[in-house]
């Protein structure tokens, strides 16, 4: 198993920036690419940005692009997000998942990909 533990979520103003992280822990060995995801209320989640593990191909929404980045730190098996020139639209509670090594191809924008996730953290923007 994995688990997983985000943080850096809060209240910021429309603009203003955010960095996420989200700490693996356990079978690390066994992820092949880590994600965010977020769900506003109402709403279905979302993908929002992916990195493979190894090579750290990354992958976004295209509502994110150019605003958010994901990046990794190996060593300490952490994802970040760092989210700029956030906009009240992005307000939600972010997710981090785990894809573990598998024979089929990965998609990193499908809810099923992932095998693990963490308990979220809310992000509010403010207008």
């Known amino acids: 198993q994995v688990q997983l533990v985000e943080s850096g979520g809060g209240l910021v103003q429309a603009g203003g920036s955010l960095r996420l992280s989200c700490a693996a822990s356990g079978r690390t060995f066994t992820i092949y690419a880590m994600a965010w995801f977020r769900q506003a209320p109402g709403k279905e989640r979302e993908f929002v940005a992916a990195i493979r593990w190894s090579g750290g191909s990354t992958y976004y929404a295209d509502s994110v692009k150019g605003r958010f980045t994901i990046s990794r730190n190996s060593a300490k098996n952490t994802v970040y997000l760092q989210m700029n020139s956030l906009k009240p639209e992005d307000t939600a509670v972010y997710y981090c998942?785990?894809?573990?090594?598998?024979?089929?191809?990965?998609?990193?924008?499908?809810?099923?990909?992932?095998?693990?996730w963490g308990q979220g953290t809310q992000v509010t923007v403010s207008s």
């Open positions: 998942a785990v894809a573990q090594y598998r024979y089929s191809a990965y998609d990193p924008l499908v809810l099923n990909e992932y095998d693990y």
